[in-house]
């Protein structure tokens, strides 16, 4: 009687560790798979990184050059008889007609996002600087819609009181090689409006810089992320 109940234990007991082991090893299984996948979300997100940098970077200098000339109308405003109209015109257009539109890529994001997979990631500072990144590019774009918005004012007068002198695209996209028809003596309302969209250009140049920087440190958090598991 006492060897039938060992033997039932014993077998109990085999039963239970396979069970166990069966049931730990699938867990580490389905574990290891959304490792995996949230491994392949983060490299993606580190190559869509590698495209916003290079479009904050463009973006960076297309504001730089309009603000230049933007700073010239003002420096210059009681003087533009001095200058040719081709100058005129060149930093007339430069300034309102430059805008940008900064499209970025969040599916992988939202992807490990709502499947849960974020869980996953060890580095609490890289799920908040993903968290923050995507959070700022909201803020970005706003600001580049209220700089469309200024630029679109303003583009009505430079219509009006300018003629292109060739179609030739400057910087691949903006056709500013104009000359200014127009009166010289430039109604007030119109530098108030320029100044208007060179405030929120630096605000948005500043954003870039940001970004770019932090982008930086984002894209190595996540090579160490990956690289740990």
């Known amino acids: 009687m006492k060897k039938t109940i060992i ?11 396979g069970v166990s082991i069966s049931f730990y090893a699938e867990n580490y299984n389905d574990s290891l798979n959304k490792i995996q996948v949230k491994n392949q979300s983060l490299n993606r997100i580190l190559e869509n990184l590698k495209v916003d940098n290079r479009d904050n970077r463009w973006n960076y200098k297309a504001h730089s050059e309009s603000l230049i000339s933007s700073e010239w109308i003002l420096t210059n405003r009681n003087n533009l008889s001095a200058y040719s109209r081709d100058t005129i015109g060149f930093h ?11 499209v970025d890529n969040q599916e992988e994001y939202k992807t490990i996002q709502s499947s849960g997979y ?62 200014y028809i127009g009166d010289l003596e430039i109604p007030n309302e119109f530098y108030d409006r320029i100044i208007e969209k060179a405030s929120f250009q630096k605000i948005y140049l500043s954003q870039i810089k940001g970004r770019i920087q932090r982008d930086s440190i984002l894209a190595n958090e996540i090579n160490k992320e990956i690289f740990v598991d």
């Open 7 to 17: 033997k039932y234990f014993i077998e109990f007991i085999v039963i239970v560790i």
């Open 92 to 102: 007339l257009s430069r300034a309102i007609n430059i805008i940008t539109y900064f």
């Open 118 to 179: 974020i869980e996953y990631i060890e580095n609490e500072s890289l799920v908040k600087g993903l968290q923050e990144k995507y959070v700022r590019h909201k803020v970005m774009k706003f600001i580049e819609g209220e700089i469309r918005s200024k630029a679109k004012v303003l583009a009505d007068f430079e219509f009006k009181n300018s003629k292109i002198n060739n179609d030739s695209m400057y910087m691949g996209f903006y056709l500013i090689n104009k000359r």
